[in-house]
T-cell receptor
Framework: KAGVTQTPRYLIKTRGQQVTLSCSPI?????VSWYQQTPGQGLQFLFE???????NKGNFPGRFSGRQFSNSRSEMNVSTLELGDSALYLC??????????????FGPGTRLTVT | AQSVTQLGSHVSVSEGALVLLRCNYS??????LFWYVQYPNQGLQLLLK??????LVKGINGFEAEFKKSETSFHLTKPSAHMSDAAEYFC??????????FGTGTSLTVIP
């Protein structure tokens, strides 16, 4: 099976712009989660989508949003970019089932730099 | 709320020495536990996981971890460190509500 793919791998944006990142989960995985990773804050959970619905949400401002399509592919959007949004954005997919032990499989990430 | 604590943000060991990376979690109900490894500019790769059953879990690359409920710990070990083990290691907990919590990570340096 192909792994989790994320596009683009690298992105440079200017403050105030918006950006959309894409994630394709492993075939058959219906849960997709997004994380922000920075040297100072570590891995921080953004949100999780399952069957096109946001199931869990982290503590990020409303500028961060996401969605999931019927084929389980997911996008996250950041509007009005700030310098502090520079980070590695990781997408992870897992099989379904609340209460299951299924692990998350991570993509290689999108490195976003805001100038 | 669930939390995961990794003691020691940086650990250095000599090549061939024992690797011990510590992880403690807070939970009244044993959750699902994971260790992930991250190499530079890459995503996280699953090393091993604990779900139920045997408390000593074996993973890839010679790593293993022991779940100790009484200590709420899930420490990662490897008998003999290799240069290729140098990476960032993350401990994670998954609750029964499908929420993942990650530790802040431990950077492992292997000295030749």
């Amino acid at each position: 099976k192909a792994g989790v793919t994320q596009t683009p791998r690298y992105l440079i944006k200017t403050r105030g712009q918006q950006v959309t990142l894409s994630c394709s989960p492993i075939s058959g995985h219906r849960s997709v989660s997004w994380y922000q990773q920075t040297p100072g804050q570590g891995l921080q959970f953004l949100f999780e989508y399952f069957s096109e619905t946001q199931r869990n949400k982290g503590n990020f401002p409303g500028r961060f949003s996401g969605r999931q399509f019927s084929n389980s592919r997911s996008e996250m959007n950041v509007s009005t970019l700030e310098l502090g949004d520079s980070a590695l954005y990781l997408c992870a997919s897992s099989m379904t089932g609340t209460g299951s032990s299924y692990e998350q499989y991570f993509g290689p990430g999108t490195r976003l730099t805001v100038t | 709320a669930q939390s995961v604590t990794q003691l020691g943000s940086h650990v250095s060991v000599s090549e061939g020495a024992l690797v011990l990376l510590r992880c403690n979690y807070s939970s009244s109900v044993p959750p699902y536990l994971f260790w992930y490894v991250q190499y530079p500019n890459q995503g996280l790769q699953l090393l091993l996981k604990y779900t139920t059953g045997a408390t000593l879990v074996k993973g890839i690359n010679g790593f293993e971890a022991e779940f100790k409920k009484s200590e709420t710990s899930f420490h990662l070990t490897k008998p003999s460190a290799h240069m290729s083990d140098a990476a960032e290691y993350f401990c994670a907990v998954r609750t029964r509500r499908n929420q993942f919590y990650f530790g802040t990570g431990t950077s492992l340096t292997v000295i030749p």
